[in-house]
């Protein structure tokens, strides 16, 4: 199963390893448990725009005495595509306030004479709004561009969450050679739940080697009356720990093949998905009440022009003829009773929602100590927490996106 992974992404064992998880998470603490932070002189670079489970890597990283550095949302949408445009803000460590800033430690080693590692961070597709990041941000991490930026030197590593990426583009690793990737198989398939992989670039795993507990079947040898072990050689032996769940891992034949039977290629997935998506952006768009009242509000970080940087997802509000919000809740709930799945909040992307939804840190802040908690509130004062979100897949057709739409209007325009 692993070789069909691999060639998936169009690489093979001698250029990735496949370390099964339990989900995209659980690779992604990985990577901040294992990664080889250098205390006082690592950084941890991640975009504002990110799932929770990424920006957590910085706990883990400031836990072993590395700087974060969160790259807030450039002043305009239209520079999401150049990473130079957006805006460095080095985080303090909750645990001991020590944070670097950029004139800070331009020493290219680490305390024990190996050249210096960083790590980069960022989503290949935004879980919040659908937009996508440039692949080949990749490469020009690895050649020194944030580097440059930040004024650090020493080895950048790129950790790609591509959750939400693969489930409808095509990911070539040989073309966008990512050190890290992680992916949830459920996301991909909607079957076997609790099933992800973490790919790892070989010539990066030596990047992994803080690794610290050690479960079933990940030490070569151990004492337990003597601090003695030695972990297995090969990398997903080190990271597999205790019984793996081999029989979801037989179940993801069953995925590709169901792929490849019905649409062919994930590039075909590519074309549908983005063709229905445009459709219905731009005719949610025009909704209007009578009175001629905008219905929808879109948080968008595109126009829906190009599969290359908008990918199936629609992030909105309803807004009613007075020109009030509707909690996301009633949408839901409303949508749930004609069979209709959507989620509504922040979709553990606090930042994406912050910045697109114009609240703000102080806010949030603000109305936490009001009682606010992610996801369960959605309305604040009459301006809106969270969203609702609609996300379209490979068996989505073009009656499914209509009946949404007739929903909405149905539902909502008065």
């Not at 030490?219 to 601090?227: G, Q």
């Not at 080190?238 to 793996?244: A, C």
């Not at 989620?343 to 606010?372: E, P, W």
């Amino acid at each position: 199963m692993r070789n069909t992974i691999l060639e998936f992404f169009n690489v093979t064992s001698s250029e990735y390893s496949v370390v099964f998880t339990s989900g995209a998470t659980a690779g992604l603490k990985i990577v901040g448990q294992a990664f080889n932070w250098a205390e006082g002189k690592s950084r941890y670079v991640y975009l504002e725009d990110n799932h929770t489970s990424v920006v957590g890597i910085r706990e883990a990283a400031q836990d072993k005495g590395a700087s974060a550095v969160c790259m807030r949302f450039p002043k305009s949408v239209s520079n999401m595509g150049d990473i130079k445009e957006f805006q460095p803000k080095y985080i303090g460590s909750e645990k001991d306030g020590k944070f670097l800033n950029n004139n800070q430690n331009n020493n290219l080693h680490s305390g024990n004479g190996e050249e210096l590692s960083h790590l980069f961070a960022y989503p290949a597709q935004s879980n919040f709004s659908g937009r996508k990041y440039p692949l080949g941000w990749i490469r020009s991490v690895r050649n020194g561009l944030l580097g440059n930026v930040l004024k650090v030197g020493g080895s950048w590593y790129t950790m790609l969450d591509a959750a939400a990426f693969v489930t409808s583009s095509k990911l070539d690793l040989k073309e966008y050679p990512a050190d890290f990737v992680s992916m949830s198989f459920y996301k991909m398939f909607g079957f076997p739940t609790g099933i992800g992989a973490l790919l790892v670039r070989n010539t990066s795993a030596r990047e992994l080697n803080n690794k610290v507990y050690f479960g079933g079947g990940t030490t070569r040898v151990y004492l337990p009356s003597e601090n003695f072990r030695v972990f297995r050689s090969k990398l997903h032996e080190r990271f597999e720990e205790g019984t793996i769940s081999f029989l979801d891992i037989l179940a993801l034949k069953y995925g590709f093949s169901t792929i490849f039977r019905i649409v062919g290629s994930i590039e075909n997935i590519s074309h549908h998905l983005f063709n229905l998506t445009h459709w219905l952006y731009h005719n949610m768009k025009d909704l209007t009440h009578k009175n001629g009242v905008k219905c929808i509000k879109l948080y968008s970080a595109s126009e829906y022009k190009s599969p290359t940087t908008q990918g199936a997802t629609i992030a909105f509000n309803i807004v009613n003829k007075y020109q009030g919000f509707v909690g996301f809740n009633e949408v839901l709930s409303k949508a749930a009773m004609v069979n209709i799945h959507l989620r509504g909040g922040c979709f553990c992307n606090v930042g994406a929602c912050n910045y697109l939804l114009t609240i703000g840190d102080g806010n949030i802040k603000q109305i936490h100590k009001s009682g606010y908690v992610c996801g369960e509130v959605d309305i604040v004062e009459g301006q809106p927490v969270g969203a609702v979100r609609i996300t379209l897949g490979y068996m989505t057709t073009k009656a499914d996106v209509k009946r949404f739409l007739n929903f909405i209007k149905l539902t909502f325009i008065t």
